[in-house]
């Protein structure tokens, strides 16, 4: 994760938003130590008094597939459950920011990746995206506040649909449930994102 900081002019004033970065090729899996650096960028994003809003964007290509699920098998009960709390200390920090957030979404959004999306005020979506709470596909539950996190989005019923089967949903059904704000063309994304935050 890195920051990076665009001047946007506005209503006379020189806003400043920052982009949250989610870098780690080629699919943006969140590991243990992308979930520090989230945790380190959102508190310095957090106490920037010129930085008025954050875009948290994975790139044009994909946006996360959430846990890097190989990198979390090898682990021991207790390296798991400690990777459970950086991942749930991640969302947090996000939400916490005291700025408005912004997901620009593009690819996918699975799983903690999609849970990541959900602590932004706002989340833009491009017309080709994926999401799905797919943990249980490979027999893990939500991690941190995932299942929470989501019900309180779109309502528990919806949710424990999505928890329990794992399947995909397309931008459409996204944008009716609630998992998204607005949808665009995919090459709009993050203009818009910006736009937004601006």
């Not at 994003?45 to 994909?62: E, P, R, T």
Request: proline share 3%; charged share 25%.
């Amino acid at each position: 994760a890195e920051d990076d900081e665009h001047a946007i002019a506005g209503g006379g004033n020189r806003a400043r938003i920052a982009t949250l970065l989610l870098s780690r090729p080629p699919t943006n899996a969140l590991t243990r130590q992308v979930c520090r650096e989230i945790v380190e960028a959102a508190a310095r994003l957090g106490g920037c008094d010129d930085v008025y809003a954050v875009v948290l964007f994975g790139g044009h290509d994909i946006f996360s597939v959430g846990q890097d699920i190989p990198d979390w098998q090898t682990l021991d009960t207790a390296e798991a459950n400690e990777a459970d709390r950086l991942f749930q200390r991640a969302v947090e920090a996000l939400a916490a920011v005291g700025k408005p957030t912004v997901a620009a979404l593009t690819g996918y959004a699975l799983g903690a990746g999609q849970t990541l999306a959900l602590a932004a005020d706002w989340r833009v979506s491009g017309d080709n995206v994926k999401f799905g709470a797919t943990e249980i596909l490979a027999g893990l539950a939500p991690a941190g506040d995932g299942a929470a996190r989501l019900a309180g989005v779109i309502g528990d019923s919806k949710a424990k649909d999505l928890v329990f089967s794992g399947r995909f949903v397309d931008a459409r059904e996204a944008l009716e449930l609630g998992l998204i704000d607005e949808m665009v063309a995919p090459d709009t994304v993050y203009d818009t994102a910006v736009a937004w935050a601006s």
